[in-house]
């Protein structure tokens, strides 16, 4: 199985940045893409962005241009710079099996518990 553990969210101010950690421990060889979500109260978990296991990112559209994400071997980044009150969330990480590889895995997909994004103005 796969664990995700977020860390590095906190209180910032708006314009200000923060980086995001994701540590990925278990069957991290069956892991293929890895994404951030976030869930601002009140609201349902969306798309942060996601990234390949070859490496090729994708965002939604308001954190293009601000937000970049990275992996490197069990830990997926999430830079934020420019940050704005909007952006208040709690962020989750998480990661999509490869089933061929690890066909013993019980799960299609594997989060973390979140870490607290506040963005004050």
């Known amino acids: 199985q796969v664990r995700l553990v977020e860390t590095g969210g906190g209180l910032v101010q708006a314009g200000g940045s923060l980086r995001l950690s994701c540590a990925a421990s278990?069957?991290?060889?069956?892991?293929?893409?890895m994404a951030w979500y976030r869930q601002a109260p009140g609201k349902e978990r969306d798309l942060v962005a996601s990234?390949?296991?070859?490496?090729t990112p994708s965002y939604m559209d308001s954190a293009k241009g601000r937000f970049t994400v990275s992996r490197a071997g069990n830990m997926l980044t999430l830079q934020m710079n420019d940050l704005k009150s909007e952006d208040t969330a709690v962020y989750y990480c998480?990661?999509?099996?490869?089933?061929?590889?690890?066909?013993?895995?019980?799960?299609?997909?594997?989060w973390g518990r979140g870490t607290q994004v506040t963005v004050s103005s």
């Open positions: 990234i390949s296991s070859g490496g």
């Open positions: 998480n990661a999509y099996p490869n089933l061929d590889r690890c066909p013993d895995l019980i799960a299609d997909e594997y």
């Open positions: 278990g069957d991290t060889i069956c892991i293929s893409d």
